[in-house]
């Protein structure tokens, strides 16, 4: 795995080339909001994303905007009582990972009568000279005007480490001591969807966007920067900022490639394009202000995600690709994901987490667990499972599950209802669809997780979707080995190496030493340079600046492209050098 490690980790969109246009600090931050605000009877409103630091951006604005009320949004919520009753339909009960979709928005966490009160003072207030300051998670909701509209933001994964540190708990709660996952699963089903649905809203006029991600260095831009950002963005290919993170099965050939501090005991994953966990980066001068990747959904999903693709998923991308390392490391939990009408029944999903796995790499000893043997007892084999998670005996999943050699650049596809699990020295890119947490794990190899407890599992979820007509002929004729080659040219040819015809996303591989054409077709592209060094993204028309990408990393490209061409460069010419694309079939 020895080489020079060129993948970037920081990629960013260049929007302007003024550091002025970017307000960093807090100083520079209070000075620029305060300048804006208009008039001497002014209301100014904060909204505020769950899981942001409210008395430090509290304490940064109040010294220059010298407010005469403050209004905070937690004040007029229900109490945490009454949350949880509303709340309890969609959380699942004890299970410590699934809850269930639901519709509900930030107004579901206010008290009417609260926000009456409110409104009075407000009302009464802004009669006389002076600033109003209404802020928090909701506060757009409370105040009936505002002047200026400022919305602090942060990234997913900033807001699950803060939850794993124990520095925030959930919306409405009094739950700062609750284990993270807890907390992760209360914010996934819940808080996060209902900010999403006030934040579409506005994203279109809000007046500055505080980047709330780095506490003590805030950063912030007027609005109609951040939306000429996102303008920017929708027309030219781009990346997501990846982020790592270790596991228990983690291994370290990411370390190596992806240029990684060996400050922890391992790499298990990288969400290398998950615009709902990933981030973005805006670039104005030598200032970067990152926000959620999944803003962009919102703002362009036409031109990102292309009519069809929209009309089909609304404001959601539904397309994953990450990586899972196990070189060095342990076999993947042995699971399996649930069918389209399971996950619609039981927790409100509208699509499933059909997938795939692509070697990037593998040892000698590489292998891809998938689907059943002939002959398996289903009830013999899912009460091993019961009592080997007892601690009774240890799951034999040889006795019970296909186990197929992997070398690098093979492609195992993996229609929901398959049990499957990479085993250990393989480096897998996942191309998967972006149901993001719905994995029964059926048997965890007798292992806990890095936190010390045992790391939970659902063998009744996954009894109710193992397909059992996966056995080894159906596998290998379905899901192991589908290449075939659809077209070729001077120096290049394509392939379709799947996915299954379950699945809804089509992937293509394109071998090339020169130029190679694409057309997104109206459909959003993802792609990953799967071989080669590095490689130049070009427009034929000049439409985009030439968008540089190096091995391994997982790029984006908007159906309203177009038209755009892939050719290796730099430290890549004269390789042939590989991309897997993915992309949303055509309905037939």
Request: glycine share 12%.
């Given at each position: 795995m020895a080489r020079h490690s060129n993948y970037d980790k920081f990629p960013f969109i260049p929007v302007t080339g003024n550091d002025q246009d970017c307000a960093t600090g807090w100083e520079e931050v209070s000075a620029a909001i305060a300048a804006a605000v208009?008039?001497?009877?002014?209301?100014?409103?904060?909204?505020?994303?769950?899981?942001?630091?409210?008395?430090?951006?509290?304490?940064?604005?109040?010294?220059?905007?010298?407010?005469?009320?403050?209004?905070?949004?937690?004040?007029?919520?229900?109490d945490s009582g009454k949350v949880l009753t509303m709340l309890a339909p969609y959380l699942g009960g004890v299970d410590p990972v699934f809850g269930r979709m639901n519709g509900v928005t930030l107004q579901h966490f206010l008290d009417e009568s609260k926000v009456a009160a409110a409104r009075n003072t407000i009302r009464s207030q802004a009669a006389q000279d002076g600033t109003i300051l209404v802020i928090g998670t909701g506060a757009a909701l409370i105040t009936e005007r505002y002047d200026l509209l400022i919305y602090a933001d942060l990234a997913r994964w900033e807001l699950t480490l803060r939850q794993?540190?124990?520095?925030?708990?959930?919306?409405?709660?009094?739950?700062?001591?609750?284990?993270?996952?807890?907390?992760?699963?209360?914010?996934?089903f819940v808080d996060w969807r209902a900010a999403d649905r006030l934040k579409k809203i506005l994203l279109p006029k809000l007046d500055f966007l505080l980047d709330a991600n780095s506490r003590g260095n805030p950063k912030l831009v007027r609005g109609e920067l951040l939306r000429r950002g996102l303008v920017l963005t929708s027309r030219r290919p781009f990346r997501v900022v990846p982020y790592f993170d270790p596991g228990v099965w983690g291994g370290h050939w990411m370390e190596e490639v992806c240029d990684l501090p060996r400050d922890r005991p391992n790499h298990a994953w990288c969400f290398d394009c998950v615009p709902e966990e990933n981030s973005l980066l805006l670039g104005f001068g030598s200032r970067r202000i990152e926000i959620p990747s999944i803003n962009l959904v919102f703002s362009h999903p036409r031109d990102l995600l292309g009519d069809a693709v929209h009309g089909r998923f609304g404001t959601e991308f539904p397309i994953r690709f990450d990586f899972l390392d196990t070189m060095g490391g342990g076999n993947l939990s042995l699971q399996v994901h649930p069918l389209t009408e399971y996950i619609q029944d039981k927790f409100g999903m509208n699509y499933t987490q059909d997938e795939s796995y692509y070697l990037l790499d593998a040892g000698e000893d590489g292998t891809v667990y998938l689907g059943v043997l002939d002959g398996v007892d289903p009830e013999a084999m899912f009460r091993d499972?019961?009592?080997?998670?007892?601690?009774?005996?240890?799951?034999?999943?040889?006795?019970?599950?296909?186990?197929?050699?992997a070398k690098k650049h093979d492609h195992f596809l993996i229609p929901a209802g398959t049990i499957h699990c990479s085993g250990e020295n393989s480096m897998v890119l996942e191309i998967s669809a972006t149901p993001y947490i719905f994995t029964f794990k059926l048997w965890?190899?007798?292992?806990?997780?890095?936190?010390?407890?045992?790391?939970?599992?659902?063998?009744?979820?996954?009894?109710?979707?193992?397909?059992?007509?996966?056995?080894?002929?159906w596998v290998k004729h379905n899901l192991i080995g589908q290449?075939?080659?659809?077209?070729?040219?001077?120096?290049?040819?394509?392939?379709r190496t799947g996915l299954h015809e379950r699945e809804f996303i089509e992937t293509r591989r394109h071998w090339f030493r020169g130029p190679v054409e694409h057309d997104t077709q109206g459909g959003v592209n993802v792609l990953n340079l799967v071989a080669g060094e590095q490689a130049v993204v070009e427009s034929p028309t000049g439409a985009f600046v030439p968008f540089v990408v190096h091995y391994a990393e997982t790029f984006i490209v908007p159906a309203a492209v177009g038209k755009y061409s892939v050719r290796p460069h730099g430290a890549g010419e004269g390789q042939e050098c590989a991309t897997l694309k993915a992309f949303v079939r055509a309905r037939p």
């Open positions: 208009p008039g001497k009877r002014s209301i100014v409103c904060v909204e505020c994303y769950p899981g942001a630091n409210l008395e430090e951006i509290e304490s940064g604005l109040v010294p220059e905007l010298s407010p005469t009320l403050i209004i905070r949004a937690s004040s007029c919520c229900k794993r540190r124990g520095e925030i708990g959930n919306l409405g709660a009094d739950n700062l001591s609750e284990l993270p996952n807890l907390k992760y699963k209360r914010a996934f499972l019961r009592e080997a998670q007892k601690g009774g005996m240890t799951f034999d999943a040889k006795k019970y599950v296909g186990q197929y050699p965890d190899w007798g292992r806990v997780g890095l936190d010390g407890r045992p790391r939970p599992i659902h063998i009744d979820h996954g009894e109710a979707n193992v397909q059992w007509d996966r056995t080894p002929d290449v075939q080659q659809v077209r070729q040219g001077a120096g290049w040819r394509e392939e």
